[in-house]
């Protein structure tokens, strides 16, 4: 007779019997925890550092960008004050050209056809430096201001009050808010 034996096998414990439960977990003693080995442990040591140095790096790339920010925003602030400057430069050659033409329209004969033509092309020219950012400087009736007047003479005035403009000898002129040329003029004493 054949007696049926049963060799000495462990069946797999079911999950949720209190068996499976104290089974220990593989790569884990009795003696440690979950989440307390030393491999686990370096492993967030290395994720802090890498997180640390990537917040660094951040930082470097944030300041890198706003310097060269600041550096683009400066050389084009460079740009347009050397523009502004070469504009002035020829603009204030073209100056006494217009002096001369006022001064001649100041004191045209009235019954000459081409006179009107000579107006014409001294709005256009006016017109032109105009577009550039000329402004005249308005200083008849204002009070003197050594930023924008150069007074040449001062003279006692009933009509006037003491350091007002009594009249512009020659017109000053700003580009954009520069005073290309102070208005010269004179001042009540």
Known sequence: MIKNKKLHQTEPKAEGTPEAAAAPVAGHG???APGTSPALAELEKQLAEAESQAAEYKDGWQRSAADFQNYRRRVE???AETYQNAAGSIIKRYLPI???MERALAARPAD????DGIELIYRK???ILESE???RIEAEGQMFDPNFHEAILQEPSEDHESGQIIAVVQNGYLLGERVIRPALV???Q
């Open 30 to 32: 009795p003696e440690e």
């Open 77 to 79: 602030a460079e740009k």
């Open 98 to 100: 217009l002096d001369d």
């Open 112 to 115: 000459l056809a081409w006179v």
């Open 125 to 127: 020219l006016q017109f």
């Open 133 to 135: 950012g000329l402004k």
């Open 186 to 188: 004179r001042v009540a």
